[in-house]
Nanobody, 115 residues
Framework: QVQLVESGGGLVQTGRSLRLSCAAS????????MGWYRQAPGKQRELVAY???????YYADSAKGRFTISRDNAKNTVYLQMNSLKPEDTAVYCC?????????WGQGTQVTVSS
């Protein structure tokens, strides 16, 4: 089992920044990918960004240039630095982990961007 605990969400104004953290614990595989999805009210869940254990990254078009994903393998923690936030970034952000055999999700953290 892998447990994921997110933190860092909150309410911010347009143009401000937030950093989300996701700490993983348990039986973490050496080869894994961690990332962030988000789901806004009435919309489908969408991938925001992910980072592999070799630090390869992927960003959705909506995140490119504004968000940066990083990880600290010693702490088994992944971060999502979100800059220049927009009201359309408002969503529940969920941490995601997968390895060759398993998939796990965090509980989610609310990010609300006011205009």
């Amino acid at each position: 089992q892998v447990q994921l605990v997110e933190s860092g969400g909150g309410l911010v104004q347009t143009g401000r920044s937030l950093r989300l953290s996701c700490a993983a614990s348990g039986s973490i595989a050496s080869i894994n990918t961690m990332g962030w999805y988000r789901q806004a009210p009435g919309k489908q869940r969408e991938l925001v960004a992910y980072i592999r254990n070799d630090n390869g990254t992927y960003y959705a078009d909506s995140a490119k240039g504004r968000f940066t994903i990083s990880r600290d393998n010693a702490k088994n923690t992944v971060y999502l630095q979100m800059n220049s936030l927009k009201p359309e970034d408002t969503a529940v952000y969920c941490c995601h982990y997968h390895d060759l055999r398993r998939v796990y999700w965090g509980q989610g953290t609310q990010v609300t961007v006011s205009s």
